[in-house]
């Protein structure tokens, strides 16, 4: 922890507070930014554009980060080694971003917060998070005074990268780690008008039923299932939410057009059970032929898992 904690004081208040089970002020009486639970939906967007040389056969690399929120302690050892790693494999894999699915700080304690954004300042790749069902126990605004020490360019949870080529659409649940009408109608909006352009959807958890390990658990919101799943140009959705075990489960899949990444959980894991947690994160390498392939590493280990390799191709726009 002390590798990447640099305040003695933040030591010390985890060890008082969030070891002892008390997982400190949630925010909601001593926030210094505005209280409001309403997501905004205007559409924040960045244009994405790749520096490599035109003779690289790859358009972007993109690594995904999952569920931080550790307890009873506000400490990610995990969470700061993955985030190292990144940035040493950086060094012969450029990688454009970095993408985090939510989760980050049980409970949206300040504690919690304050903790990962020591370790988030580490990284060296521009950082794009979405909000979780844990963050949503705090205020939105809460969220985003934290985000944007994060990426001091976000000015809303839920917002678009744009790349000619391909678009990654990020949403943040609108309440828990569900959407509104209105947040649905949102992402909606933003695929047709990105059409036929194909889009990476990024999502806190995906619908209900996708993994049947907990089926249960997920979007739920009809809208979001019946109008943005079948959009043509939807060509994957990436999740986490649900802490499972990448030995133990089916992570990688397609459903009809879209194809579905499961980001697994860096400090906790959850499903099947809690007898075995071994810290990944996975790389999307997106080449300019359009073929995709998905790397996992373990955090610690230089070489990706061949047994979690995963590939699908998309048709770029032209």
């Excluded at 099947?272 to 300019?288: A, L, Y």
Aim: proline residues 5%.
């Amino acid at each position: 922890m002390n590798h990447f904690l640099k305040s003695s004081m933040l030591i010390l208040a985890i060890l008082l507070a969030g070891c002892a089970g008390n997982t400190g002020n949630s925010g909601a009486e001593n926030n210094t930014v505005a209280k409001s639970d309403t997501i905004e939906t205007k559409t924040s967007e960045f244009i994405v554009e790749s520096l490599r040389a035109d003779d690289d056969t790859t358009l972007l690399r993109v690594a995904f980060i999952g569920d931080g929120e550790p307890k009873p302690c506000a400490e990610f050892p995990h969470t700061a080694a993955a985030v190292e790693q990144i940035n040493t494999l950086m060094q012969t894999q450029p990688i454009d971003f970095v993408i985090g699915i939510g989760d980050v700080a049980h409970k949206g304690t300040e504690i919690q917060y304050e903790a990962a954004t020591e370790v988030f300042e580490q990284l060296k790749a521009p950082f794009y998070p979405i909000m979780g069902n844990e963050e949503h126990n705090n205020t939105v605004e809460y969220y985003m005074y934290f985000a944007k020490k994060w990426n001091s360019s976000l000015e809303q949870p839920s917002y678009v990268l744009n790349h000619e080529k391909i678009a990654f659409v990020f949403a943040s649940p609108d309440h828990g780690r569900d959407f509104d009408d209105s947040g649905a109608s949102w992402i909606l909006e933003q695929l047709k008008r990105l059409a036929p352009k194909p889009v990476v959807l990024i999502v806190h958890g995906a619908q209900k039923g996708v993994y049947p390990e907990n089926a249960d658990k997920g979007i739920g919101n009809q809208l979001f299932i019946e109008k943005v799943i079948p959009q043509p140009n939807l060509a994957a959705v990436i999740s986490g939410d649900l802490h499972m075990d990448m030995d133990r489960v089916d992570h990688s899949k397609q459903i009809g057009q879209v194809h579905y990444l499961h980001i697994p959980a860096l400090e906790r894991t959850k499903i099947p059970d809690e007898t075995n947690h071994t810290p990944m994160f996975r790389v999307m390498t997106i080449g300019k032929d359009g073929e995709v392939t998905i790397d996992t590493y373990a955090v610690g280990e230089s070489a990706p898992l061949e047994k979690h390799a995963y590939s699908f191709s998309i048709a770029l726009h032209e």
